[in-house]
Every structure is written in structure tokens, then in C-alpha cells.
């Protein structure tokens, strides 16, 4: 879509609406004792994750701390620290009801962060990979590229796993986004299917700018 009026106002009010399912989500990973069995996507989905999370460690090394943008109430906070091994966490949401769940249920990994009052904020730590998943598929095209550029600019590794076709059932909902991800973070060095609407995207900045210490 190309209109730019879907806000954060509204996305907040999508999420008061679907809170109960996401600390559901949430709240099942916590009292799992497998990492993969709590991601919010089916089995096979989970599995490509899995493979391309292991692929990026074994050509560019096990990240040790991660950014987590739009991370609602921590559903892959398992998968970060139980699965990989991460030893440094941290997710990020405009979300406050989001924000307030997940440190409830996880401890206190998480913050709001609200890219309209971004950098009035303390500047983030850098990070050795950034993180969204099904993010920017719900913000327009500028929001989309404000928050590109500041996972670009937070760690040289940005993981996307966002929408590259509309479902049919999607092509009358509003909060619904299309992008090129090339064009908003640069240089791809996988992109692999999660299902038959979504794909993994892996991006490689060496040259980043980070924006704290």
C-alpha cells in the first residue's frame, strides 16, 4: 500500500485488541522447556528460522548481544537465549501494555521505545544483530525506513523475516505493507522462505554507525 497513514496510534490499538493472544504466546514460551516449540509461527516456519539462525552463526559467529525491535511481549526471548545462546537481550516495542507484560513475565529485558521520539531518547546500545519480525510489514513506507535505518546504524546484522506478497485475505486490511527490504537495508546476504508469504532476510552493514557504547 502506499498511503502513509497507518500510525502508531493505530498499532498500538491493533495490539489492545490482539493483547490477550500475544501474552498468551508468551506466556506458553515461558513455561516451555523448548526453545523452538515457543515460536509464534507454525513448525515448519519455526524450522527455517531455526536453519537460518544457525547459518548466520556459522558464517559470521554466534551474535552475543541482540536488539529485538518490535518484540511485543518476548516471544522470541526464548528462542534468542535458550536456543542460541545469546547472552545479551534486549527487545524493544512502542507498546507500553506490550512492554509491561513482557518484563513481567521474562524480567526486565525489555523497554518502550517510540521511534516518533526517537533520538530526543538515550541513545541505544550498539548490538551485534538487530532483530524485527513482522514489524515493518505494518508500518508505512517512512516509518518502515526510519526503523531500517536504525537497526542499520545499531549492528553491522539486521534479521528481517517480514511479508513479501499480500495474502488474499489481506488485500482489504489497512495495516498491511509491502516493501522492498534491499532498498531499505542494502546488502543481502540470505534471503530464505519461512512460508509461502514471508521470507527470512539477512543484511550485512560492516560499515555501521553505532549510537551508543
Not at 522470541?76 to 545469546?86: A, C, P, S, W, Y
Request: hydrophobic share 45%; glycine share 6%.
Amino acid at each position: 500500500m502506499s498511503t502513509d497513514k497507518w500510525t502508531a496510534d493505530e498499532t498500538a490499538v491493533h495490539f489492545q485488541g490482539r493483547a490477550p493472544e500475544y501474552i498468551a504466546r508468551a506466556e506458553k514460551a515461558a513455561a516451555h522447556p523448548f526453545a523452538m516449540a515457543t515460536l509464534p509461527m507454525p513448525l515448519g516456519g519455526a524450522q527455517n528460522l531455526l536453519e537460518a539462525a544457525w547459518w548466520l552463526i556459522e558464517k559470521k559467529g554466534r551474535p552475543q548481544r541482540v536488539l529485538d525491535f518490535g518484540c511485543g511481549c518476548g516471544q522470541f526471548f526464548k528462542f534468542f537465549t535458550t536456543g542460541l545462546g545469546i547472552t545479551s537481550y534486549r527487545g524493544l516495542d512502542a507498546s507500553e501494555p506490550a512492554i509491561a507484560a513482557a518484563n513481567k513475565i521474562w524480567g526486565e529485558y525489555f523497554r518502550v521505545m517510540d521511534l516518533r521520539m526517537y533520538p530526543a531518547r538515550a541513545p541505544l546500545k550498539k548490538a551485534d544483530l538487530a532483530f524485527c519480525h513482522g514489524v515493518l510489514m505494518h508500518l508505512p513506507a517512512a516509518a518502515a525506513q526510519t526503523t531500517a535505518t536504525l537497526m542499520r546504524l545499531t549492528a553491522p546484522l539486521q534479521m528481517v523475516i517480514e511479508m513479501t506478497r499480500p495474502r488474499p485475505e489481506d488485500n482489504l486490511a489497512p495495516h498491511i505493507f509491502i516493501h522492498d527490504y534491499t532498498k531499505l537495508f542494502g546488502t543481502m546476504i540470505l534471503k530464505s522462505p519461512l512460508n509461502e508469504y514471508k521470507d527470512i532476510f539477512i543484511f550485512e552493514n560492516p560499515k555501521r554507525q553505532v549510537t551508543g557504547d
